[in-house]
């Protein structure tokens, strides 16, 4: 592991002059690729209840009667 190797140092990014690399080294192989993200799946049922929802008319008239 060396400057030479590192992504930073190959592309000219790195503007520090150091004598062994530094902690942002990065292997110029990895290319600094983001890990895959997970897949969003959208579910096929749906929620039966909400967990929260609007009185009725009924509650409300009870309420203020
Ligand atoms: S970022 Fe760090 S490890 Fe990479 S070339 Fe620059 S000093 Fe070296």
């Known amino acids: 592991m060396s ?7 190959v592309n000219l990014l790195c ?4 004598t062994e690399p530094c ?8 290319q600094l ?3 895959q ?6 579910r096929q049922e749906r ?3 909400a967990a929260w929802a ?3 008319a009924q509650e409300q008239a009870a ?3």
Do not use: G, I, K, Y
């Not at 400057?3 to 140092?9: I, V």
């Not at 503007?15 to 150091?18: F, K, R, V």
């Not at 902690?23 to 990895?30: D, I, L, V």
């Open 23 to 30: 902690a942002t080294f990065r292997p110029h192989e990895a």
């Open 37 to 42: 993200q997970m897949r969003l799946v959208f």
């Open 15 to 18: 503007a520090l002059d150091l």
């Open 47 to 49: 929620r039966s209840r």
């Open 3 to 9: 400057c030479e190797d590192c992504f930073f140092r």
């Open 63 to 65: 309420l203020h009667a």
């Open 54 to 56: 609007f009185p009725s």
């Open 33 to 35: 690729q983001p890990p």
